[in-house]
């Protein structure tokens, strides 16, 4: 059994960015396919997150990443990843340098 941890205030939804590396919370993705596991957000939208999580390449019997979405109550922040995807490299280089 996982147990919370409090850590954060929830005012730090509006932290979360692309870039940002989120726990999918066990406690209400019950039912879904990643609950306790670390996404990579790609999409921060007004209902919530949309991003991957990462799965290691010679155990996949699918694509490296799992793509999918998740409310802003499923999540909680962790921080931000170092190793990003070249994909999102330049947006995230572009919202760094505007800080």
Do not use: H
């Not at 850590?7 to 692309?18: L, M, S, T, V």
């Amino acid at each position: 059994m996982r147990k919370r941890i409090n850590y954060k205030k929830r005012g730090e939804i509006a932290k979360i960015k692309i870039g940002s590396v989120v726990q999918v919370s066990p406690d209400k993705q019950k039912d879904g396919f990643f609950p306790g596991c670390f996404m990579l957000v790609t999409e921060v939208n007004s209902w919530g997150v949309q991003g991957f999580v990462a799965i290691p390449e010679k155990r996949a019997v699918m694509p490296n990443e799992a793509f999918f979405r998740a409310k802003f109550d499923e999540v909680e922040l962790i921080g931000d990843a170092v190793f990003v995807p070249e994909s999102l490299f330049e947006e995230i280089q572009k919202d760094i340098a505007e800080k």
